[in-house]
Nanobody, 118 residues
Framework: VQLQAYGGGLVQAGGSLRLSCAAS????????MGWYRQAPGKERELVAL???????NYADSVKGRFTISRDNAKNTVYLQMNSLKPEDTAVYYC?????????????WGQGTQVTVSS
């Protein structure tokens, strides 16, 4: 199983970006999916989570600005980021708990850089 993230880039403050992350491989089901981020010199932190039933949770710092969603038919999770701030600059990682042929495991994508200029 692999997770492939797309959509990072450079944007001005107040702008928007949409991240995507697609899971591939032998997948029986995908449980929770989420996005984390890590800024230089800081710990990786949770940004948003979405359950298999599409319940969502957000970090306080992104509530009202970011929206997480998923397309189960495409095994894909999205993160719509609006009203971006310079403090949102980080490497964003997608994450998923996936049931495969013989086990349940947590997988990470490769990370995509988001840079917000002031």
């Amino acid at each position: 199983v692999q997770l492939q993230a797309y959509g990072g880039g450079l944007v001005q403050a107040g702008g928007s970006l949409r991240l995507s992350c697609a899971a591939s491989g032998v997948i029986y089901s995908i449980n929770s999916m989420g996005w984390y981020r890590q800024a230089p010199g800081k710990e990786r932190e949770l940004v948003a989570l979405i359950s298999s039933g599409s319940s969502t949770n957000y970090a306080d710092s992104v509530k009202g600005r970011f929206t997480i969603s998923r397309d189960n038919a495409k095994n894909t999770v999205y993160l719509q980021m609006n009203s971006l701030k310079p403090e949102d600059t980080a490497v964003y990682y997608c994450n998923a708990v996936i049931t495969g042929a013989t086990s349940v495991n947590r997988y990470w994508g490769q990370g995509t850089q988001v840079t917000v200029s002031s």
